[in-house]
Structure formats: C-alpha cells, structure tokens
C-alpha cells in the first residue's frame, strides 16, 4: 500500500454468544481460539453460572493467556 491508499475495516462479525444463568457450562478453546472466548467466560460467571474452562496447545507453554481464563472460572 502506499501513502494515503484507503482500506475497508469490517467487524464484528459472526453471531454474539447468548449469555444467561444455566449452571454449569464448559468452554473448550486452544491456541488463538482461546482469545475470544475470554469475554465470553467473564460473562457466563457474571451471570452466576459455574464455569469450567479446558484450554488446548501444541505443549503445555504455548497455552496462552492460562492466568486470565483462570481468573474467569469459578470452583
């Protein structure tokens, strides 16, 4: 690109996450999937359900942001 091209920024896209009190419920993410699902985790615990996260990698330190989706799980 050069200097004053223009680009076209869309999002978000796809269909929000319905959030509400069901009890428990389980998110399963690895790698880059495990990004979006934290906000989706912080609001299932806002809405006192139980939650229980299973995160997924190649080996157990390419596992990313593990302290965050522990801070958004409930025991």
Same mark, same amino acid.
């Given at each position: 690109?050069?200097?004053?091209?223009?680009?076209?920024?869309?999002?978000?896209?796809?269909?929000?996450?319905?959030?509400?009190?069901?009890?428990?419920?389980?998110?399963? +993410?690895g790698?880059?999937?495990?990004?979006? /699902?934290? *906000?989706?985790?912080? !609001?299932?615990?806002?809405?006192?359900?139980?939650?229980?996260?299973?995160?997924? +990698?190649?080996?157990?330190?390419?596992?990313i /942001?593990? *302290?965050?989706?522990? !801070?958004?799980?409930?025991?």
């Amino acid at each position: 690109m050069k200097e004053g091209d223009s680009i076209e920024v869309v999002g978000p896209l796809g269909k929000p996450t319905h959030i509400e009190s069901w009890g428990t419920c389980v998110c399963i +993410g690895g790698g880059a999937g495990i990004a979006p /699902m934290l *906000p989706i985790a912080r !609001a299932l615990k806002a809405a006192d359900n139980h939650v229980v996260s299973i995160l997924g +990698g190649r080996s157990k330190e390419l596992i990313i /942001m593990r *302290p965050e989706m522990e !801070a958004a799980r409930t025991r």
